[in-house]
Nanobody, 115 residues
Framework: QVQVVESGGGLVQPGGSLRLSCAASGIAFRLYTMGWYRQAPGKQRELVAVITGGGTTNYAGSAKGRFTISRDNAKNAVYLQMNSLKPEDTAVYYC?????????WGQGTQVTVSS
């Protein structure tokens, strides 16, 4: 059974940092493109960053220079290091695993940036 589980969300002050983790099971992890998406209240879900099985990364404009996506294929895990957080980064962050037509989502983890 495929499972994708996020962790690491929480409350942080503006300018602070958080590291999100995503653990995947039941898949040949190294073959999957892994992504982080977010959805703020009243807004559509949007891409934050993706990383292919080979390590190629792509970032949304809002994440460039502040966020870093990485993966550890030995641990079936993907991470999102978020620095210089802003109130507008407040959202539920979702982990996504994609391979061809296979598309799996986690349940999300809340990130709140507020003083």
């Amino acid at each position: 059974q495929v499972q994708v589980v996020e962790s690491g969300g929480g409350l942080v002050q503006p300018g602070g940092s958080l590291r999100l983790s995503c653990a995947a099971s039941g898949i040949a992890f190294r073959l999957y493109t892994m992504g982080w998406y977010r959805q703020a209240p009243g807004k559509q879900r949007e891409l934050v960053a993706v990383i292919t099985g080979g390590g190629t990364t792509n970032y949304a404009g809002s994440a460039k220079g502040r966020f870093t996506i990485s993966r550890d294929n030995a641990k079936n895990a993907v991470y999102l290091q978020m620095n210089s957080l802003k109130p507008e980064d407040t959202a539920v962050y979702y982990c996504n695993a994609v391979l061809g037509t296979i598309d799996r989502w986690g349940q999300g983890t809340q990130v709140t940036v507020s003083s």
